[in-house]
């Protein structure tokens, strides 16, 4: 592409589509004396009238006529979902046009599967708003990072959870209390289970873990665990012993050809940098062969950051930059599967939380267990009991198996003097810099 | 560009130069496999045959013959300062090839005027090493965040002044026995004056500042104090305070059309990001009209961060990205000139601290000297005498004007009971968020 206008329509006029249109008519201005281009937007596509609210925009109603129309040049899907939105952008990369989407349920399912669609006709995707909303990850991945040799990728990528997790340490709430507090400020949705779940982290993780490692991660390589089943109890204790819980998507390099796929509430120490991202904020931690650790952190979420993200996707596709490198680049690869190292051989440290009758040989019979399964011990924090006849006992490991964990978790929660379940969360230490040159 | 081979020529091989060398060798492959081109390294120039030291570079001593050769299709500059390294980038755009270069004092004097040049005669710079080491933060600007409207950008931008405050801070250490401390750990130069004075922060805020307003900053219109007359005293009260101080570069939206320019030690909030940031860790805070407040983080200095950053760029070059990017965005202008708020107009709150006698009246007759400069106090710092006859006295300020602060210090400098002169430090506030749109 280059000088000129580029025709552009939009699919869906929810909240994001809605500030994406309103960007690019408030900012048409700004953009054509930065770039040289006129972007014009030619069509919101939108079904449901009661959303044709951004004053100024050219609504219609049907997808694929807005799509046909010969001046679009660039199909921008906002309508989310693996449905329609799939079925509308395969249409438009069959006519050869250039999409943006920030669909990451869709990316995740199909994303290398389009994206060998759109190479076939000329076309290209542009996808920075599918994670991290409003920071420029992807971009910095593919683009700023491509002589590194990525070693582990550690991040807080969903804003609801993070806001619902926030909550819970610094206020000491409950999980149930969080998440009301979380819709009222407008982070959780109605049903908030993609969210708490953890999935939607993990179709984040599988987009940027793909192009961290240059090959094809889906959501189901993924272990998740969701923060709906914490207990406040635990972010309490990791408190005490120096970390704080947040929901990490991890993508880490293990051994030579493996990566380990993982998204899980996680105890981080209380000074690293991801453990101070508070409320809705994303923040992405990156650990690269030559470049070290580098940190990006930003609004994940919301109408206005995921609107600068699918501008600047826009403006890149009507350069002509985008096109060129999605031509060059052979990014989601649909040809090269990622070696994920099965979740069982992963080592990490551990927090155990037992609750256990006040008497005299418990923690003897616990450290047994774990000794047999060859898991060290690295802190016991045991309070003196109070007027009940239980008492918690937070234990934290060494480096160990998980596989050798949960054997051994299947063990402790037949001794007849703790009451079942032991809660079992992951610590992460920072993994190290330049650690593979 | 495209698909094949690209020849590069590295002029310099000294750390940088090295570092880069040794990536493009051993990363060829892994290169060649994420972009499909192959990246030639033809010739490392280097007058000094001592520094060749990068086993299987194909090093040379004259830079002229090395850009002359008609397979050299990218030039990196890693000589550094204004001199042979401005006419080395001349020579290589005149002949219409593309440089990359990490030379911040070189851009921040003539970038404009070298960025025409390459305009010229179908060229392009990239640049991403010059600010902010391994950090994708320029291309982050110009692309990612091309949508927003920048209403401010403050940043850590100089790991040697980082780190020496971090000592400082942390350790309680004098400024002198910090600067020994950086230079033992080799993140001080022998002669560190163009870090400790803040200029090196000055000329990367000059381009940055100039990148996020889309107008031509020079070093000459920012305000700048270094780090070297900093009282390790200061540094203590500010923690009493609930501030850390950093080295800031400030680039702000005034109004409608002003941007303020500075560099100087600042009290910035101790749950700032910007406040944890320690060692040599460079971090840089934007705030958009519609992503709102992003932060990127990491090692802004060093031989294989910074080549991860160079590497970026010959990468982009080499894909035909940059070369289009450069086109047709008016990077680095010569003709629109910003519009630099006088020092004196800045509104912000300030940190004082005076030596008084102890004796009373004497904070009356301060508090009367600011009032009657139309400044209100915050805060109030003083302790009982100790065996001195002099008391420290800490005052903290509403937001007040820099105009007016410097003349009631010329003031309070006069009254007989203080013992001259006063420390006057800035505070900064975090800028809103959204404050634009």
Wanted: with cysteine.
């Amino acid at each position: 592409m280059g000088k000129g206008s580029i025709g552009i329509t939009i699919l869906g006029s929810g909240v994001i589509g809605g500030g994406v249109a309103t960007v690019l008519l408030q900012q048409r201005k700004l953009l054509a004396e930065r770039t040289g281009i006129d972007l014009e937007l030619l069509h919101v596509a939108e079904l449901d009238r009661e959303k044709h609210t951004v004053k100024g925009a050219p609504y219609c109603t049907d997808a694929g006529v807005a799509i046909d129309d010969p001046r679009t040049r660039i199909v921008v899907e906002l309508i989310g979902g693996t449905g329609a939105a799939g079925q509308l952008i395969e249409r438009a990369l069959r006519l050869g046009k250039h999409v943006v989407t920030a669909n990451k349920s869709l990316l995740a399912l199909r994303g290398p599967e389009l994206f060998a669609l759109a190479r076939e006709h000329h076309a290209c995707v542009g996808f920075e708003a599918s994670c991290a909303g409003g920071i420029p990850l992807i971009n910095s991945l593919i683009s700023g990072l491509v002589a590194n040799r990525i070693e582990a990728l550690v991040g807080i990528v969903n804003g609801t959870c993070n806001f619902i997790l926030t909550q819970m340490t610094r206020h000491g709430l409950s999980y149930a209390v969080a998440l009301e507090e979380a819709r009222k400020a407008g982070f959780a949705e109605a049903d908030p289970t993609l969210d708490v779940s953890g999935r939607d982290a993990a179709q984040k993780l599988a987009i940027l873990a793909s192009l961290a490692f240059d090959a094809r991660a889906a959501e189901s390589d993924i272990f998740v665990r969701g923060i709906d089943s914490l207990d406040a109890t635990d972010l309490k204790f990791a408190g005490e012993l120096g970390y704080v819980v947040k929901l990490l998507a991890i993508a880490q390099r293990e051994g030579k050809d493996r990566v380990s796929l993982r998204v899980h509430p996680t105890l981080v120490h209380a000074d690293d940098q991801l453990a101070q991202v508070g409320g809705s904020f994303n923040a992405v931690s990156i650990y690269g062969n030559s470049v070290g650790h580098v940190l990006f952190y930003g609004r994940g979420a919301g109408r206005t950051p995921t609107a600068s993200a699918v501008v600047s996707d826009i403006v890149q596709i009507a350069l002509g930059v985008t096109p060129l490198a999605f031509k060059q680049m052979n990014l989601l690869p649909r040809d090269v599967k990622m070696k994920v190292l099965p979740f069982e051989d992963l080592q990490s440290r551990y927090y155990l939380r037992l609750t256990a009758k006040d008497e005299p040989g418990v923690l003897a019979q616990v450290t047994k267990v774990l000794g047999m399964h060859r898991i060290s011990l690295s802190a016991v924090l045991q309070r003196e009991a109070n007027a009940s006849q239980f008492v918690p006992v937070v234990i934290t490991t060494h480096q160990a198996r998980e596989g050798d964990v949960q054997k051994a978790l299947v063990e402790i929660d037949k001794i007849k003097s703790l009451r079942p379940p032991a809660v079992c969360l992951r610590i992460i230490d920072p993994p190290k810099e330049f650690g593979g040159s």
